[in-house]
């Protein structure tokens, strides 16, 4: 099986632009989340998506936000980049409700100039 | 409320000697534990789990860890360090079955000293 894939892997932006990442989960996964990665920050939460619909989110603006296709992809969206916003976008499925392992794709590098 | 202290940010071990990567919860609730593996420029990796069955918990390329309650512990070991351990460590508390319940911890990032 192929595992999470996750594009573009790297990317540059100015302030004010926004940016769209994309994640396809495992064959058979369901359930995707979105984690941010930054050096100050750790590994923080952003959304979780089953099923197309959106089951929590973290403890992020609004111009942060995501959906899952019916095919389970999901994408994200940030609008109005900030400076802040520079890190590393992770996705991961599983195909279980939990507890259970995290499947995570090689993350989005995205650079906020 | 759960969290997850990673004891030290940075370890340093020559190639060949024991590896031993501290970890303390906290938890209202029997948690799930996860250690997982981070390579530079790569996603985390699973390296074991525990869930309430056996507290020696043995997981992929050598790695071990120890859930023990009294002391809210789950800290991972290895018996000798490889070059190609070095890597970040970020051990994981879960209360439930959103990925909204669970808790990273801040990493420790493993150097091998040859």
């Known amino acids: 099986k192929a595992g999470v894939t996750q594009t573009p892997r790297y990317l540059i932006k100015t302030r004010g632009q926004q940016v769209t990442l994309s994640c396809s989960p495992i064959s058979g996964h369901r359930s995707v989340s979105w984690y941010q990665q930054t050096p100050g920050q750790g590994l923080q939460f952003l959304f979780e998506?089953?099923?197309?619909?959106?089951?929590n989110k973290g403890n992020f603006p609004g111009r942060f936000s995501g959906r899952q296709f019916s095919n389970s992809r999901s994408e994200m969206n940030v609008s109005t980049l900030e400076l802040g916003d520079s890190a590393l976008y992770l996705c991961?499925?599983?195909?279980?409700?939990?507890?259970?392992?995290?499947?995570f794709g090689e993350g989005s590098r995205l650079t906020v100039l | 409320a759960q969290s997850v202290t990673q004891l030290d940010s940075h370890v340093s071990v020559s190639e060949g000697t024991p590896v031993l990567l501290r970890c303390n919860y906290s938890s209202s609730y029997s948690p799930s534990l996860f250690w997982y593996v981070q390579h530079p420029n790569k996603g985390l990796q699973l390296l074991l789990k525990?869930?309430?069955?056996?507290?020696l918990v043995k997981g992929i390329n050598g790695f071990e860890a120890e859930f023990k309650k009294s002391e809210t512990s789950f800290h991972l070991t290895k018996p000798s360090a490889h070059m190609s351990d070095a890597a970040e460590y970020f051990c994981?508390?879960?209360?439930?079955?959103?990925?909204?319940?669970?808790?990273f911890g801040s990493g420790t990032r493993l150097s091998i000293r040859p």
């Open positions: 994981v508390v879960s209360e439930g079955s959103s990925a909204s319940k669970i808790i």
């Open positions: 525990y869930t309430s069955a056996a507290t």
């Open positions: 991961a499925s599983t195909d279980v409700e939990g507890p259970g392992e995290l499947f």
């Open positions: 998506y089953f099923s197309e619909t959106q089951r």
